[in-house]
């Protein structure tokens, strides 16, 4: 029978039974489950339902897409299928702490050829990796990196532990460099949160509050994300769209293969973000420097106390900025001579306190002798701390330097 609109009625349509074979049902059955577990094989790690919902449109495959076309080759880098060695991971991590790309590379490399492995860069005297590292700064990460490389060769056997909570326990070794060697040398799902991620992370969900206050939420929500698999590859590729993409001052959005899912993309700035939190002002600590020179082109210099600021480092006879005096011997030595004060004071800016110092310059003839614990050296403002050799730039551009 047909409706006034010409549809059949239910009751006539003919059901016709469909015979299917038992093989083929169980073909079918496999075909499923195959494609069950091909969808959970690249399943992020964590499921999408449990994912947490700030991230949950992260697009982690166009991200790594955009990683393969886009990487910067950097010399510590390796590129999927090949992973970095740990030492190469290891070094640069350390150097890269605090300091920008730019300045590290050429530090890495000469590290690299002069101390090529674990082993080499373990057996070295604190004394050379110092005088290598000067410049660089934050010296107190060359000292814990010598021990963490004896510690390595120590207790594991010359062989870096793959997972983050055993690389943590090495001297030096804080959450973020464990996390990016175990993920970058040895593919382990570790958190990474760097500045360039942390600032990626806070961007796409658009998180209004400063890092400090969401650290966690950011962990979590980077665990959330991570690929099944190329998870060496995974932190390095968000590192680089900070670094390129999303940047601290700009973010093209328009270039980013993270757009479709980011919610700081809707904002009028999204580069406003992460809010920055409110800084208080830098203590100023006020001090002395004393440049000592003698008609050779040497001047006096001492070794600084292994431990402390500048710690082992080379350095001129100083004051105030950390928190010592001047030597008394060395004051008394230097009773009758007189003191030429540079007019331009040297600022100088460490983690915690701006040092604003006094420098003075004395000459010297070849009948004063050194006091004990001082000694003349050559002019080599290369190997000397950032502090000393602006300290000394200074003096040289002076007039009353080169009178
Ligand atoms: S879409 Fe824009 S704001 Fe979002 S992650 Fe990419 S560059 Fe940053």
Redesign the pocket.
Known sequence: MMTGRGYHTAEHIMIRPVRTSPLTLQIKFCAMLFRRAVVWYHRPMTDHKHKMSDFAGFDTDALLSWYDQHARHLPWRAFSPERAPAYHVFLSELMLQQTVVATVIPYFQAFLRRWPDIQALAAADEDEILKAWAGLGYYARARNMLKAARAVCEEYNGRFPERADQLIKLPGIGPYTAGAIAAIAFDQPAVVLDGNIER?LI??AAIDRPKKQVKDRLAQGYSSVLPRMRLSDFPQAVMDLGAT??TPKQ???DL?P??KG?A??HLPE?AVLPVKPVKSAKPVRQGKVLLITNQDQQVVMMQRPPSGLLGGMLGFPSSGWDKTAIDQTLAAALADKPLLDLPDQLKHTFTHFTAELQISLVQIDENWSVPAGYFWAEICPDDWPSLFKKAWQLAAASKGFSD
Request: net charge positive.
């Open positions: 990626v961007r796409f993409v999303c973010a093209r959005c980013c993270l757009a980011c700081g993309r999204p």
